[in-house]
């Protein structure tokens, strides 16, 4: 049976995004025909979870509703490089556990991290959703792979914008940034556009 994850930050014994993680979790059970019997609050509140400091809340779950948890120390690391890396048919529209093919992709780059390419549209990294930067704003793709918690929060606060961004427009955009649960959206953690290091002008194809 497959497994899912939801990954949630929690800091100073404080969880966030709580009730966009618990819709995701709802919304996995009614596509698959099941009840949910998952409370994610009743869940983090029966770890008594007493530590200061920042934490990944990880929690494993099939759709009979038998699940696992960890909380995890954690902290935001600098990322030395990108790689584009064109999969014009992986699909994870759900939050699953297994990231064989996502690590397959990683392994095969020549980078730290990876942002996939489908169809020509730019997608997400391995592990997060992606934000572009042009002039003062910034922008996410239409074309995500997941639609993160922290995605589905920021656009509905409109502090970014979503948009159609593809390999021939990317040189548009000066910065870009990762975001996921546990990564807010920050300018201090933003990367320049040719921390990218395949990233193509606009009249060449993507070197892989």
Known sequence: MSQFIESI????????LLDQHQKRVNETFSYFGKETPLNLDEIFKSLEHDEDGLYK???TYDLTGKYRTQMIPYAISEIADFQLVE???YDYSFKFEDRKELEKMKILSKAAEIIIVKNNHITDSSYSNVLFKKGKDWFTPKTYLLNGVQRQHLLQSKKIKET?????????????QLINAMNEFDDSYSYPIDRIKNLPKKSEPLQM
């Open 9 to 16: 930050k929690v800091e100073d014994k404080q969880v966030f």
């Open 57 to 59: 809340l990880k929690i």
């Open 87 to 89: 999969n014009n048919i």
């Open 164 to 176: 159609e961004i593809t390999l021939q427009n990317l040189r548009e955009y000066t910065h870009f």
